[in-house]
């Protein structure tokens, strides 16, 4: 299955709260996590990426969880701030497949004042 | 510096005509890519360089004609295209196929009359 799985597809949260998103996975040739955040009519920009052997990995505000055995990762934002409005996507490499990247189908995220 | 530039920034065609989009990247990568976007879903990959060969075509239709002139560039062209093909097309490009993460360029706005 090369699928990747992310909930919700939209999130509303309070300035200054947590965002988290959820992906999942079932593809174990699978062998680097990136996320992508979008903004309306802009390509989509690289925001933090994790290989399965770390568990966690911080950037700013931002932290990837990755659970290799639960073959979940997740994305939280910590001070959720307005201009974090955007779509986020993860994605997931197929090391056996010419390195293509599998997206999720995106999170909608609205922080509100 | 991670940019990816992409021209033009809007292209309306009708479906007889023949138009190109372009792509450029300075970061020394040797793989780039072409992606197909439509409204609120995840990018879809369309074809794939590496070291300026064609490695992946995802089965697209012969109306898209991609063309990598060397490893800085790369090219789109479009001829009798359908209105189903509006879209925002995507070129990214990662050191290769196998290693470091994709950076998308801004895209460019497709809409066939």
């Known amino acids: 299955q090369q699928q990747v799985k992310q909930s919700p597809q939209s999130l509303i949260v309070q300035k200054g709260g947590i965002s988290i998103i959820n992906c999942a996975y079932e593809?174990?040739?699978?062998?680097?996590f990136p996320w992508y955040q979008q903004f309306p009519g802009k390509g989509p920009a690289l925001l933090i990426a994790i290989r399965p052997d770390v568990s966690e990995k911080k950037e700013g505000r931002f932290t990837i969880s990755f659970n290799k055995s639960a073959k979940q990762f997740s994305l939280h934002i910590m001070d959720s701030q307005p201009g974090d409005s955007a779509t986020y996507f993860c994605a997931a490499r197929v090391n056996n497949q010419g390195g293509k990247l599998i997206f999720g189908q995106g999170t909608e995220l609205s922080v509100k004042p | 510096d991670t940019e990816v530039t992409q021209t033009p920034k809007h292209l309306v065609m009708g479906m007889t005509n023949k138009k190109s989009l372009k792509c450029e990247q300075h970061m020394g990568h040797r793989a780039m890519y072409w992606y197909k976007q439509k409204a609120k879903k995840p990018p879809e990959l369309m074809f794939v360089?590496?070291?300026?060969?064609?490695?992946i075509n995802e089965s697209v239709p012969s109306r898209f004609s991609p063309e990598c002139p060397n490893s800085s560039l790369l090219n789109l062209h479009l001829h009798a295209l359908q209105p189903e093909d509006s879209a925002l097309y995507l070129c990214?490009?990662?050191?290769?196929?196998?290693?470091?993460?994709?950076?998308f360029g801004p895209g460019t706005r497709l809409t066939v009359l």
């Open positions: 593809n174990t040739a699978f062998d680097y």
């Open positions: 360089y590496s070291y300026e060969k064609l490695s």
């Open positions: 990214a490009s990662s050191l290769s196929q196998f290693r470091g993460s994709q950076y």
